[in-house]
DNA sequence: CGCCGCGTTGAGTTGTATCAACGTTGGTGG
DNA sequence: CCACCAACGTTGATACAACTCAACGCGGCG
């Protein structure tokens, strides 16, 4: 669809820093999908600002969101040479891209994602948590925790995101996720002001729902 | 339970080496539970040896196995300085330990770390199609050609888990395991010599069933 | 032998998927 | 400005896969 993408090299362009390796920045408007599964991975990427998400796919069509991506989070990872993720921009972001070798000749690059790396491999444990174990209404309330930071309380959430890619995220159909959403705001735990705007009124309650995640 | 752990120091004692850092190995007996969810974080491990899977839980007591680890697998990753697993070992194994300052100082150690996190981060990527979009006999047939390497295809393969364990990883119950088990026999593709020693029969099938994993 | 843990199988229940209709919103063009 | 349309969301009725509860089988060990 909207492929409006645009490159431009690192700020170094005069010497080339050893350090600050010659990676190049993408600014990507949302819902363009910025790489696809199974591609032969040459670069590793970085999210500047925004959101992107990470699918994968079934032979007969069946979608997985495998991971939701924010500023510092990193993607691109290949198993052997290709990609084994498909990434999508959420919102307009920018997007870091760096050559694989550089792996070797940056440290502090190297140093910065192998922290990445750990924090999302804990993402990614606490969400195969919620896929194996949660029934829908609990996926839903962990979701939209995980979704409203600590610090914005009484504030107002934006979902960027359709009811399809929250149930590809979830493992569950864009039905029951409605639903979920329909049930948290019966009991009075959330109020939705629009299909896509939500705001947590009961947080105690949906955290003991999601199980203190 | 059976709680035989015995430590020692790294092989050079005499003259600590920078890069070699102090690691100390383990030698740990099966069905012993290396370290516990919640516990402050202050190292991070490695299976030399053995099979190792990390657990989580939710306060009612559902539990799920979110990985399983072998030789070369790195565990001990922590959430806010506190672990974010429970890790227990199905076999006998030898784990080596790294405090984790020493990814500050130890390039080397920090550089094979980095490779690991990317191969595991691939494999819950997998994991999570699998929690979130295949049938109960597809996980479970996903499952076993997991654990069984393209080099054996004859060959009979011991599981050191039981139907409890399978399905805490599959996120399914005893039951469902199985089931599925008995309903891979039922239509050889895979032959059970005993409860816990499968042989594949039909690779293509299993592969077909799993969407081509 | 007889117990105990683990596995299998059956019968009935339930949560989520599926199929289908209807509602809402935002954009476009008459 | 309003009518129309398309995409997205909600809600209801029904179906079905997996869960639950329960009985039974089997193998290893004291």
Redesign the interface.
Known sequence: MRQIIEERTGSYSRRPQPVETQGSSLRVAAHTTVLHEGDPARRIMEVVDGAVM?T?L???G???V??LLGPGDVFG???ADAY??SAETLTPATIATHERSA??RD?VL??R??RR??????V??????V????SALERVAFFLLRLMPESMVGSTLHLSMTRQEIA?F??LTLETVSRAFSELKRRGFVALLRADEVRIQDRGSMRRLA??A
């Open positions: 990470l994968k079934l032979p007969d069946r979608r997985q495998v991971e990872l290949a198993h084994a993720c792996l070797e440290a190297a140093a994602l192998l790396f750990e924090a999302q491999l804990c990614m444990h606490s969400h195969a948590l896929l194996g174990r949660m590809d979830l493992g199980g203190a």
